[in-house]
């Protein structure tokens, strides 16, 4: 069955890092881009950036420049999504998706985080 | 950094028609900016309804469809139904970025 999978919930203190994982499976994992995504609670999403799974390489959106960093492993078909120096405006669901050709088709079920003292 | 605006909220009645919009702060959106529309329900994933502007899902109901009207994209709802009651976020891409609007929460009465 095509889908994403992502680790369980997480509860964070302020400064910590979160390391989310997001497996895929039923594709080709390097045919589509990774993309994670964070909603906060009653908020849009928001768009955090995007892993090329093939090479690696990674555009980040301005808001998270220096804190996030996306990384893949391409033999367990696994994306990853650090944030580090979490606060508590960073309490929100962290989804990963797939896009190709500028459809955002399938989602991962989405990773609480909880970050608090 | 793009702003994405969408109408709050909206009602429509049963079997009634209803319009969103999705606007940016760097312009008219075009086509370039491969519109995606997604419904989310409380407490689900969200789900895409539309991409690039008005290609649709196999899981896309008929009644859904997106187009750009007047520098803005739009996705139309035509005899709503109410499990359509849910909230709809825009997606665009600007300048290698993509952009979530704030949503527009959506009754049917």
């Known amino acids: 069955q095509v889908q994403l999978v992502q680790s369980g919930a997480e509860v964070k203190k302020p400064g910590d890092s979160v390391r989310i994982s997001c497996k895929a499976f039923g594709y080709t994992f390097t045919t589509y881009w990774l993309h994670w995504v964070r909603q906060a609670p009653g908020q849009g999403p928001e768009w955090m950036g995007i892993?090329?799974?093939?090479?690696?390489?990674?555009t980040y959106a301005q808001n998270f420049q220096g804190r996030v960093t996306m990384t893949r492993d391409t033999s367990t078909s696994t994306g990853y999504m650090e944030l580090r120096g979490l606060r508590s405006e960073d309490t929100a669901v962290y989804y990963c998706?797939?896009?190709?050709?500028?459809?955002?088709?399938?989602w991962g079920q989405g990773t609480p985080v909880t970050v608090s003292s | 950094q793009t702003v994405v605006t969408q109408e709050p909220s909206l009602t429509v009645s049963p079997g009634g028609t209803v319009t969103l919009t999705c606007a940016s702060s760097?312009?008219?959106?075009?086509?370039?900016?491969?519109p995606n529309w997604l419904q989310q329900k409380p407490g689900q994933v969200p789900r895409l309804l539309i991409y690039s502007t008005n290609k649709k899902q196999s899981w896309t109901p008929a009644r859904f469809s997106g187009s750009l009207l007047g520098g803005k994209a739009a996705l139309t709802l035509s005899g709503a139904q109410p499990e359509d009651e849910a909230e709809y976020f825009c997606l665009l891409l600007d300048g290698g970025a993509w952009f979530f609007g704030g949503g527009t929460k959506l009754t049917v009465l």
């Open positions: 998706a797939r896009e190709i050709n500028f459809e955002w088709a399938l």
């Open positions: 760097t312009g008219a959106v075009a086509s370039g900016y491969h």
């Open positions: 892993i090329f799974t093939n090479g690696g390489s990674t």
